[in-house]
């Protein structure tokens, strides 16, 4: 395995110590525990997934929607796609669906690995490698997609 | 060539004379024009071109002119193995000579041009053509010729001898049409040339003079072995038997051969194979010291009575008195001359490779050879002539193996013969001169039967001897690993010439190479990736004796340390899941490939059983068996690309794709055309894809069988069938081959009596004519051979290894699966045939078992928070009347602005259509 790329393109660098959204608005300070959530079932209340955006923790789908291993996509009301991942060991992982190197929004549809513990999943179209902690390319340094912080949350059924 | 510095005397010159004005021979003796000395080597034979080699080794190809004399018509080629011409080398094949060697050394190598004389006065060479060359120093290597002994009738039609390529064109072309041959010798020659009449098609005789084969090399119980195991393949041996003479027609051809014993042979031709006899008529012409029995007199250094003449190989009588009749000497004796060469010329050998001696004092004689199929080894003291000697032996006649080894008094090994098995040679020989470290009796006892401690490299000292054609010992073996980096056999090879004579080290050399990068903490790594250090075909039988059915569990058992109860990877998941779903009936598993764990492990293409193209649509191909189609399924399927906006093509294998179907569009479609009467064509999956055939006996006229029906039968029986690759079958119904089926992993071609079956085909970017497996084939055989074939496959083959890569890589190739698939050698067939009748019995079509699930269905979405809503970054533009991607959308890079919230209905601009 190749190990991990030392620079990151401006811009698109994530902001230290763990995962956040790219662009240029910051992301608004929340409550959330970030990547690395457990995304085991909860008593009294249905488990859902929530990714933090710029106005806050936003729920995206059930937590039963996910399978350990693969991922789904999740449409953004401004346009945007973003991949969700359930690793085996119940961790979260959210990053931009959209692939660099094609432009094709796939990447959910990847098949998620873990390289000296970093977990990635690789493109399906042209098998490129990405790590789910913070979106860039293990197999090029100059490319790497935004990573969002994604939790797990009870929620009341509305 | 620079011809024009050579001196083609006028007729009437005197043969010796003084040099020609501004020929080659004027300054003072042959140097060229830039000024540099010249540099005669007469003969190219092997050690001819080992001379050259060590010459540009030493940096002598630069401050000397090299000219090459050379008797025969093509460079220097290996006469070893000459007789491997008739398993299908090609002299090509057989060549030791880069052409691009002598031209970037700029050696001029004059061809079918012999010397015919020397001057040794005034430094000149004249060859046959009349050309003469000037020489500072000479070099002689004209090796030997056949012994023919002086019996009447030897020069009849039909005589030949067995030592140039010219010579096997010869007797290949007079033995067509004949039934038997003849061979004078019984030593090692003489038993090539006895297996290349054998392989001609003729009954074959050895005679021999002594009482045994191979009398030099095995001592009397162990030519008793040999003769045995020769016996036995059908050769008829007459030992202890002289020939008189050869009888001859009134054609003036061969007839049969007269015996010592008044018996009289019936034979078609005869092979003299008695011995050789050093070539040193020219030397003795030219006044040089020979030998009392033949060869050039030569001194440790290889120089002759003459200082400006050397002598080399087997035409020279090395100092200690004896004429070495093998390479590896004259390959000692090469390096001894140019490093004499050399130092006269004051570039010495020093900085270059300086391995090789500077002397040739004498040589071990041992030898191991395969003749006639027969392993036979003999090295250092072979005959047990050394004072004190005594012997320690192990003779199994019923197996045709003797293994003697002789041993001194104080317990060193001194030397020994086998045959039969000479596996252990590699590591018996180089320990010849020191006491082994187990007991003798224990080296030559057979695996099982409390021996032989295998002995590994390991166990032998620096010193030791390892490639005894190149002289590399095992020191310098280990230092190319640990000191020039070498990390491969070949790489090993190129960097010490080790494993590069005769070959018979290289297993060896292997095991050296490997125990060395292990040493140095260097894995050598044939792991299936970072999570797995199995093979996949270690993996697969993990798999099978453990009956494991889930990825998680073989990789947290078995994975590799650091990768155990982690996710995996792209590479081993995938692998996984088709060893799981190729065994899934005889492991009790689902086969279903969207079951459970096995949802996550597969590829996108497998998980939305559709073929993602470039902009993240899919493509839908139904199976069209054999590619025969009905009117009203056609119909179905132009309606439903119709109805879909889909764009259709033709495919290479007979049937039609459906492209730009959007993920949620997928079910829609399959429940369309399940319900029509289509299934699954695989086209995502390593897997069965089509069994592609011509319209055969029913319509054509040239048609023997009826290959439609047929394909469609090999179809239906394999679909489904996941591998570690995609597999393509095709059916000829003659042998005009319409369907291309040798261009396929599994191919059958009809014939008058069924079937021929031809396997590991291949087109794309390396394309393979498959090879013949199996001929005449009624179709219960052919099945039967098909699905052994498969299962062997699927069981040996690596990751994405198609079958023509897998025949090409897997240990004796063709003839290994033959015996495998058809003569059972390995006593698996029954197994083979019980999982591929579990395959066809569990099949199940992919599509309707999906369609059937709900929730499984649920997955078909492009969002999982807004179902109904298309991607809209998948877009189509037309293109002749149909659809292509929308390219520049995905270029944007980014998303357009945001159509609606989620939740409402697709958008309906982006939808392809076509016009209609």
């Given amino acids: 395995m190749t190990t991990a790329p030392t620079r990151q393109p401006a811009g698109q660098r994530p902001a230290p110590g763990g995962a956040a959204p790219t662009g240029a608005a910051a992301p608004a300070p929340g409550p959330g525990t970030g990547s690395g959530d457990p995304a085991g079932t909860v008593h009294g209340g249905t488990l859902r997934i929530q990714l933090l955006l710029e106005d806050g923790w936003r729920t995206v789908c059930d937590a039963a929607r996910l399978t350990a291993g693969r991922g789904v996509a999740v449409l953004l009301p401004d346009g945007r796609q973003v991949a969700l991942f359930l690793d085996r060991t119940g961790r979260l992982h959210a990053i931009d669906n959209r692939d660099p190197f094609t432009g094709a929004s796939v990447l959910s549809r990847g098949l998620l690995g ?15 490698r990405f790590a789910l902690t913070d979106g860039r390319c293990l197999d090029d340094d100059e490319v790497s997609v935004a990573a969002y912080r994604i939790r797990a949350a009870e929620v009341r059924a509305a | 060539m620079p011809m024009e510095t050579d001196t083609h005397p006028a007729p009437g010159a005197r043969p010796g004379g003084p040099p020609a004005p501004g020929g080659d021979t004027g300054t003072p003796h042959g140097a060229d024009r830039s000024g540099r000395p010249t540099l005669v080597l007469v003969g190219h034979g092997m050690v001819g071109q080992r001379f050259l080699e060590a010459l540009a080794e030493l940096g002598l190809t630069g401050t000397h002119r090299v000219v090459v004399l050379a008797e025969e018509p093509r460079p220097a080629y290996d006469r070893v193995r000459l007789t491997s011409y008739f398993s299908g080398s090609t002299p090509q094949d057989l060549s030791l000579t880069d052409p691009a060697f002598l031209a970037g050394h700029g050696i001029e190598l004059a061809l079918g041009d012999p010397a015919e004389r020397v001057d040794r006065a005034a430094r000149t060479v004249t060859a046959r053509s009349g050309r003469v060359v000037g020489y500072d120093t000479l070099v002689l290597a004209t090796g030997s010729y056949p012994f023919v002994p002086p019996v009447p009738g030897r020069d009849a039609t039909g005589c030949f001898v067995y030592r140039t390529v010219e010579d096997l064109l010869a007797i290949e072309e007079y033995a067509k049409g004949r039934a038997s041959g003849a061979v004078v010798g019984g030593g090692l020659l003489g038993l090539e040339a006895a297996g290349a009449l054998q392989g001609l098609g003729l009954a074959t005789h050895i005679v021999e003079f002594a009482p045994r084969l191979m009398p030099v090399q095995v001592d009397e119980a162990g030519g008793a072995a040999l003769l045995r195991t020769i016996e036995g393949m059908g050769l008829t041996v007459h030992t202890g038997t002289g020939t008189q003479e050869i009888t001859v027609g009134a054609d ?23 011995g050789v006899r050093p070539r040193d008529a020219l030397a ?3 006044g040089l010291a020979v030998g009392e029995r033949g060869g050039i007199a030569v001194d440790a250094r290889c120089r002759t009575s003459d200082p400006a003449v050397f002598a080399i190989g087997e035409c020279a009588q090395a100092v200690d008195g004896r004429v070495y009749g093998l390479v590896a000497p004259g390959y000692e004796m090469a390096q001894a001359a140019a490093a004499a060469i050399a130092a006269a010329a004051g570039t010495g050998p020093g900085g270059r490779t300086a391995t090789a001696p500077a002397e040739f004092t004498g040589a071990d004689t041992s030898t191991k050879l395969k003749l006639l199929g027969v392993d036979v080894a003999s090295f250092g003291d072979a005959h047990g002539t050394a004072e004190g000697s005594l012997d320690v032996v192990y003779a199994d006649s019923r197996s045709g193996v003797y293994r003697k080894l002789v041993i001194a008094a104080d317990g060193s090994l ?16 180089p320990m010849t001169g020191s006491v082994p470290p187990v007991p003798a009796e224990r080296l030559v006892l057979p695996a099982g039967a409390g021996g032989p401690a295998v002995l590994g ?36 090879k190129k960097c010490t010439r080790a494993g590069t004579g005769c070959g018979s080290c290289v297993q060896v050399l292997g095991r050296l190479v490997a125990a060395e990068l292990e040493a140095g903490g260097i894995e050598v790594d044939k792991g299936l990736c970072g999570c797995f250090a199995q093979t996949r075909q270690e993996l697969y039988e993990t798999v099978r004796a453990l009956r494991i059915t889930g990825f998680r569990e073989l990789l947290d058992r078995h994975g590799r340390e650091g990768a155990r109860g982690g996710e995996g990877c792209e590479v081993c998941k995938p692998a996984v899941a088709s060893i799981i779903a190729s065994l899934a009936p005889a492991l009790g598993a689902s086969g279903y490939v969207l079951d459970g764990e096995q949802a996550a492990l597969q590829d996108t293409n497998d998980h939305f059983l559709a073929n993602l193209q470039r902009n993240g649509s899919y493509s839908v191909v139904p199976r069209i068996p054999g590619g025969e189609i009905t009117p009203e399924k056609l119909i179905v399927i132009g309606e439903v690309a119709r109805d879909f906006g889909l764009y259709t093509k033709i495919t290479g294998g007979q049937r039609i794709d459906l492209f730009g179907a959007r993920v949620e569009q997928l079910p829609a479609i399959w429940a369309r055309l399940v319900d029509a009467g289509f299934e699954s064509g695989h086209a995502y999956g390593k897997a069965l894809r089509t069994v ?12 023997v069988q009826d290959s439609v029906r047929m394909a469609i039968d090999l179809e239906l029986r394999y679909r489904g069938l996941r591998s570690p690759h995609k597999l393509k079958s095709a059916v000829s119904g003659c042998q005009r081959e319409c369907a291309e089926a040798r261009s396929k992993d599994f191919g059958v071609i009809a014939t008058a009596d069924g079937w021929n079956l031809y396997v590991g085909g291949n087109g794309g970017a390396t394309p393979r004519h498959a090879d013949l497996l199996a001929q005449d084939l009624s179709d219960a055989d052919l099945v039967r051979l098909i699905d052994r074939f498969l299962m062997f496959y699927i069981r040996t083959a690596d990751r994405l290894e198609r079958t023509a890569a897998w025949l090409e890589r897997i240990e004796g190739g063709l003839d290994h699966v033959r015996d495998v698939v058809v003569h059972d050698s390995l006593g698996i067939c ?26 499984r269905l649920a997955r078909f979405v492009s969002f999982v928070n807004a179902p109904g809503v298309p991607d809209p970054t998948v877009g189509f533009v037309p293109e002749r009347d149909q659809i292509k991607p929308d390219l520049p959308l995905l270029s944007l890079g980014t998303r357009p602005p945001a159509p609606a919230p989620a ?13 209609r």
């Fill in chain 2, 830 to 855: 029954a197994e083979l045939e019980a999982l591929m009748a579990d395959h066809v019995s569990h099949y199940r079509d992919e599509w309707a078992q999906t369609l059937a699930d709900p929730e």
């Fill in chain 2, 692 to 703: 592609k055939s011509c319209v055969g006996r029913t319509w054509c006229r040239y048609g």
């Fill in chain 2, 457 to 492: 490299p390991t166990a032998l000292p620096d010193t030791a001897v390892i490639c005894s054609c190149h002289n590399v010992t095992k020191g310098a073996i280990r230092a190319a690993v640990t000191e020039q980096g070498c990390g491969t056999v070949p790489d090993v």
């Fill in chain 1, 114 to 128: 873990s390289a000296d513990g970093t977990p990635f999943v690789a493109s399906p179209l042209l098998k490129q």
């Fill in chain 2, 252 to 274: 003036g051809r061969v007839t049969g051969m007269r015996l010592s014993d008044g018996s009289e042979l019936a034979t078609d031709l005869v092979v003299f194979s008695a």
């Fill in chain 2, 414 to 429: 001194l030397g020994g013969v086998l045959v039969g098995d000479a596996e252990a040679y590699g590591t018996l020989r």
């Fill in chain 2, 903 to 915: 939740g409402n209905g697709p958008t309906a601009l982006l939808e392809g259509t076509s016009a």
């Fill in chain 2, 284 to 286: 003795r012409e030219c």
